[in-house]
């Protein structure tokens, strides 16, 4: 997976929130309720079916986990799933795959001929060179051109970050949607701080500057010894400190303009002030001395424990976080405690955030699909992408298993009720076509019963609004971090992995990166730079 465990975790953190996120409460498990359209109907964008009159088809869907769904207790009596089946006219026939296999199943699959009709997987994006494969060679179906019978698809398929997924002018997938927009991943790339202790320290406003960014982190530690300044969820969120110095590092796969021509992040002079600043925090012990041996989201248990200041990553959303961090630190409240920290701002004056293409992994078609049942299951996609979809998803049904209080949504749960025990198909299957992200930050999902995972609830959604508004996206441009070409494609260097090293090796912390960067050479680097300069300029991009 050539884009790295950066976009997995974050995709597991917002699967976390919504599903092991609000299980022992009895909130916002993927459910839907076809039958239930018109009552839980926010967007009204659904596309409209007449299969009714159709003859049913059978689709045979793969998706982690997904026999699970289908063996777990009360699944022949999942109301919902039964329903979103009568919906479109078909049945619906697991394929299994499970985190561990997914990607090199879909490979086997693909190879033999025996692809599924519908599954996810990671190609366009982390193995462009596979998917544009794929596509010339028939193994996957191209979309229509013409998708207005699929509104919410022809919505997707028009944002700009998606378009560098064509292949010969055709899309061969469906992005799997994690927010509306590449700016919306703000709070995916936290920095999580006691907000207590810097108060304690003297420091009751965030830090602006890196300076005053490192003297909070030293009184910190000095109030409380042996404690680790700077956690992290993994690697790559060492790149959330790169916003202020140089905003395109903070995702690892981007290109920026240097004197007119193109160049990856990582190879650009401009990254030099961060990696000073993090040999600094390394040298000085405020960073981790853990970092570059922890397994994943050691960092963030240490922060849950009370053994370090600051987490980069992380996420409250989960009850089971919170019981965590409420057991290890007793009488401390996350609302009191815990803060979302903005970062200081770059010398340009303004506060940057973390981009990323709007969505994880994509939905794929195998090309053996006739026109009837590839119709139904653009329908079945095109469904699951809409709002409306999300509500039932996230929330349930409407006045069953939640009620509307004002504009905010209330469990109707009882405490030893989940939405994933009371619809465990529908659990397995929601997050077949899109993540639900958007709808959680639109704050419309239900309000969690435990009062600690409210309050964080609503103090993460004031914080995106506050960022959204106040800081800007890292200027990314998505038509190159996107591109294909052949040497682009073929570039496989471990920047984190080599990052991390020229962090912990004495000397002087730049000549040891662009020793490193012109090792890259030997890789195919320049190769690359020269092909996509070329099709930019061919494309007019600047």
Known sequence: MRKGKTIVITASLILAAMIAGCSSNGEKEPAASPSNTAANSNSGTASSTNNEVAAPVELNISLMGIQDGFDAQGAKEDVLFNDLQKKFNLTINPVQVTWNDWQEKAKVWAASGQLPDIFPNAIAVDSPALYASWAKQGVIKALPDDLRKYPNLARIMELPSIQPLKVDGKFYTVPRMTYNDSSDWILDRPILYRKDWAAQAGFTSEPQSFDEFVAMIKAVQKQHPGTAGI????????????????????????????????VPSFASSKINDGIKQLRQLYSEGLLDKDFAIQKEADGFTKFMNGQAFISLGGTFANPTNIETFSKANPGVTIADAVGLMNIWPAADGNRYTFVESPFWSETFFSNKLDDEKFDRALQLIDYMSSEEYSALAVNGILDTDYKMEGDKAVSL??????????????????????????????????????????????????????????????????????????????????????????????????????????????????????????????????
């Open 231 to 262: 956690a992290i969820m993994n690697k790559d969120f060492l790149n959330t400190l790169f916003l202020p110095t140089f905003p395109e590092m903070s995702n690892k796969k981007s290109w920026t303009n240097e004197d007119g021509k193109w």
């Open 413 to 542: 749960l009882k405490a030893d009720e989940t939405l994933q025990k009371k619809y465990p198909v529908n659990s397995a299957i929601g997050f077949l076509a899109q993540w639900h992200g958007a709808f959680n930050k639109a704050g419309k999902a239900v309000i969690n019963t435990n009062p600690d995972v409210a309050a964080w609830q609503v103090y993460d959604h004031d914080m995106f609004v506050k960022f959204k508004q106040e800081d800007k996206p890292a200027p990314i441009n998505f038509d190159i971090m996107l591109m294909s070409t052949p040497a682009k494609d073929k570039l496989n260097v471990n920047v984190m992995d080599d990052l991390v090293k020229v962090i912990l090796e004495k000397g002087d912390p730049i000549e040891l990166w662009k020793a490193t960067v012109k090792g890259y050479d030997a890789k195919g680097l320049q190769e690359a730079i020269a092909e996509v300069n070329a099709k930019a300029e061919e494309l007019g991009i600047k």
